[in-house]
T-cell receptor, first 109, second 116 residues
């Protein structure tokens, strides 16, 4: 039970910002939001995580709504190498990861 | 820096044979996880090691599956008497001690196991 809902697929033009939404309406107070991506034939790659504040790192930004029921991963300047399946996960700090279906992001040249 | 290393990257074997898959976690990571991913599917948790604690084996699908972690570092996943349904990508992940700044798990690229 992934506890998150994501669109099946999205397209984004190269160079534009890719905004990937995730609904997690049943999130509990001690659960974090994590984002991973998986490029074909590679292992999942950690992107970013947060609890309630917005977060930014060298890869992406994570915007979490005030009620924490949804979040958006932002890739500020998408490149063709960002084509991957993106997974939004909610978990307590030491829990095993359960991936849902994720969003297949296509970056269009 | 070195990431999680898994070997072999690909393994093809006949049904009924035993296989051993190896995982070298990131140096300093005390937590180690094994997952498997069937074609087009999500991750299936198998087993979790944390320091010297007893491993969480709740995800192992049958008694043909076992895993060890020697010296708190390298781990080996063993599948005995392999079956065709064991065909999958076996992924290893490691992290600092869970609860320490909520460190994420970092994954290797997996071992693609094919049972003929």
């Amino acid at each position: 039970d992934a506890k998150t809902t994501q669109p099946t697929s999205m397209d984004c033009a190269e160079g534009r910002a890719a905004n990937l939404p995730c609904n997690h309406s049943t999130i509990s107070g001690n659960e974090y939001v994590y984002w991973y991506r998986q490029i074909h034939s590679q292992g999942p790659q950690y992107i970013i995580h947060g609890l309630k504040n917005n977060e930014t790192n060298e890869m992406a930004s994570l915007i979490i709504t005030e009620d924490r029921k949804s979040s958006t991963l932002i890739l500020p300047h998408a490149t063709l190498r960002d084509t991957a399946v993106y997974y939004c996960i909610v978990r307590v700090k030491d829990d095993k990861i359960i991936f849902g279906k994720g969003t297949r992001l296509h970056i269009l040249p | 820096g070195a990431g999680v290393s898994q070997s072999p990257s690909n393994k093809v074997t006949e049904k009924g044979k035993d296989v051993e898959l190896r995982c070298d976690p990131i140096s300093g990571h005390t937590a180690l996880y094994w997952y498997r991913q069937s074609l087009g599917q999500g991750l299936e948790f198998l087993i979790y090691f944390q320091g010297n604690s007893a491993p969480d084996k709740s995800g192992l699908p049958s008694d043909r599956f076992s895993a060890e972690r020697t010296g708190g570092s390298v781990s080996t996943l063993t599948i005995q008497r392999t079956q065709q349904e064991d065909s999958a990508v076996y992924l290893c992940a490691s992290s600092f001690e869970p609860g320490f700044l909520n460190q994420p798990q970092h994954f290797g690229d997996g071992t693609r196991l094919s049972i003929l």
